[in-house]
């Protein structure tokens, strides 16, 4: 306990140092958050300790203690997350104090509700703002909140605050109401025997991790809601993470029939009043579920009892820009901290966590069997080196063309799966050899033909088609590559009735947009979708027979260690969605090398051989999950300070023992938004100390202003 007039340390969100000294001004404890000033600036802290600069009283500010505090144990996750991931800790306490508002009274800004009115046309960006009012429940928005939640231009809601769809309206903000929940066990859900056993072998109190593995369809769900029902019953605050797109209706649902009432939604989408009100719910210990996103993690929670992750090996748990981590590792991580068990389920674990779990330090629970008897789809491969598999159009084979046929003429749907948007991804004059690549990086234009468009999928930059080659005026520029609009073209070529929609992030803009298409598909007014990954997730389509992956050797040419895992797991998804209900399902997969072990593999539904054999390849290569990397990228603006910079860290390249450093090396994507990028590899064994090497190296040359300097400690991606 501190009293008024004591010095303290103050942790401040910012990049540089670990505390600074402040005189208190009222009595607070440890943990407590605290207004201070920096340089003028007033910020948020937290009081760490005992001040211990030694500096006269004249040269210390005063802290005002705030009325939200955090535990010590959170302080200690927060230290431990700092020199894990490398991020600076202040940074590390920035991910928490991501709701300002929170410390401050509601704000009274002027508020607005969407109208329907059929007369107005709703264009993809007001069917956006639309929908953005929809999955916040309907609450009055303020224009920052339609902003920030929707990213469509002020002219769009000016002119929807003209034609009266959005109008202001006079209500103080409400109470969102969310501390007033109260959940039961509806006891709606019977598990069976082998969830049952699954269920009752997860015990809560201590730090334990539990794998629970099973094939979409086999009940994982009820059995982790067994464990959110039992540590909720105890008092205990329960977070259970998924990835983005699978915070469905559908889960929403489930969740409401087992527990009497819909959860607490934690998503980078919703209004500022509801994160202010979610935020200081979960502080003061009001809101004991929320159903959340990665940033859910570091929501001030105080007394958590369990975390469930589901899909835990999505790469949504990656954060890759404002600092790197591993939403799951440093769950993993709070939980041993705070002595609690988490949960983490997947019909296809991540590597890492496999290998915990052969290890002995998982507890590895298995669900086999699908729930309701629901058959598995009969997965092949279409080997497209042979010629009787050409069509006139290139890219859908003779089988899977028959198959379509057959699947519209039974009356059922079929899925198409490529993961690239628009129509093609290289646009070249084949006269002169021009290319259209994005000014900006070093990668080439995306054609998109709905609007007529390149679009860079890297920095999003977008610029008109051109008509011609810009160098020889030739007329004829060639669009190769595939892309979902070309799938399209040619499906409604051969298909001319067959009723079409395309499914990717440039169509579907909110999980509204997402939602309306199931429904459509649930009520048949779609026979064929064409989608990205977008569509892999989540959804059960009754009638869906048969599924089609157009280019299933995309993911295997990759550089990336973890390509075969990635693919595996990407397959896999998609596969599920095929014949879910009564009715077998066919999934065909377009590929120029069916020998190919991945292939064998998810047409067997042998994931556990596959698995285990691309583990011994990582065992030998000394590649994680049985030895470390750390990634340093150095970006900057100005190509020749970039290579001098990264000739002078090379110069002093520490020894580090058990492990060696390769680099620089220019980056894959060698230019992004103007950026030019170099990268560093350290790789080491499991014995390696990597953290405290690179630290003490990246210490030894001072960084210019203009060059960055970003660590990816366990990288994901190599581009
Ligand atoms: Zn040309
Ligand atoms: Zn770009």
Known sequence: MFYKNDIVKVLLPIAVGDGYDYQLNAPAEIGTFVNASVMNRKLIGVIIGAGDSGLPLEKIKPATPLQFRIT?????????????????????????INVPEAFNPPKTEQLYLFEENKKIKMTDARQAIADAFTSNYNEPMTISDI????????????????????????????????????????????????????????????????????????GKTQVYF??????????????????????????????????????????????????????????????????????????????????????????????????????????????KIENFPIILASATPAMETLRNASDGKYKHLKLKSRFGGASMPVIETIDFRKPEEHTDSGHISTTLFNALKQTLADGQQAMLFINRRGYAPIVQCKKCGWH????????????????????????????????????????????????????QEEILAKFPNARTALVSSDTIMSRQALERLVNKMESGEIDIVIGTQILAK?????????????????????????????????????????GRAELPGRVLLQTYQPEHSVFNAICTYNRDDFMANDMAGRRVAKMPPFGQLIAIIV??????????????????????????????????????????????????????????AVKHWLSKIKQPANVRIKIDVNPQNFM
Not at 78 to 88: A, H
Not at 292 to 304: D, I, V
Not at 559 to 564: A, I, K, N, Y
């Open 72 to 96: 010590q144990s959170t302080l200690n996750w927060i230290q431990k997350m700092s020199e894990w991931t490398m991020m600076p800790i202040g940074m590390v306490l920035k991910l928490i």
């Open 147 to 218: 902003k920030n939640i929707t990213h469509v231009s002020y002219a769009v809601i000016r002119s929807m605050i003209n034609n009266k769809t959005l109008k202001p309206v006079s209500q103080q903000i409400k109470k969102t109401g969310l501390e007033e929940i109260n959940y039961f066990d509806t006891k709606k859900v019977k598990l069976n025997s082998e969830q049952k056993c699954a269920a009752d072998s997860i015990k809560l109190g201590d730090f334990s991790v539990y794998l629970l593995d099973g094939i979409t369809g086999s």
């Open 226 to 335: 067994d464990s959110v029902w039992r540590a909720y019953a105890t008092g205990k605050s329960v977070l259970l993470m998924m990835p983005e797109i699978a915070l469905t209706a559908q889960f929403m649902n489930r969740f409401e029939s087992r527990f009497g009432a819909k959860p607490v939604v934690w998503h980078s989408n919703l209004t500022a009043a509801r994160r202010r009100d979610i935020w200081r719910g979960v502080a003061n210990g009001e809101i004991k579920i929320i159903v959340g996103t990665r940033s859910a993690l570091f929501l001030p929670w105080s007394n958590l009892g369990l975390v469930v992750i589901d899909e835990e090996h999505d790469g949504s748990y990656k954060q890759e820009d404002m600092g790197n981590y591993h939403a799951r590792d440093m769950a993993i991580l709070r939980a």
């Open 436 to 487: 259209a690549d994005c000014p900006d990086c070093s990668v080439g234009m995306t054609h998109h033909k709905k609007n007529n468009s390149l679009l860079c999928h890297i920095c999003g930059r977008t610029q008109p088609m051109q008509k011609k080659c810009p160098i020889c005026d030739d007329e004829e520029l060639s669009m190769s590559g595939i892309g979902l609009e070309k799938i």
């Open 538 to 578: 989540g959804h059960h389509f009754p009638n869906l027979t048969l599924v089609g992956v157009i280019d299933a050797d995309m993911g295997l040419f990759s550089t990336d260690f973890r390509s075969g895992e990635k693919t595996f797991q990407q397959l896999f998804q998609v596969a599920g969605r095929a």
């Open 635 to 692: 970006e900057s603006e100005k190509e020749h300070i970039l290579k001098k910079f990264c000739e002078n860290l090379a110069a002093v390249t520490p020894k580090i023992k058990n492990a060696k450093i390769f680099g620089p090396i220019p980056a894959q994507l060698y230019k992004i938004r103007t950026w030019y990028r170099m990268r560093f590899l350290v790789a080491g064994d499991e014995r390696a100390n990597l953290q405290s």
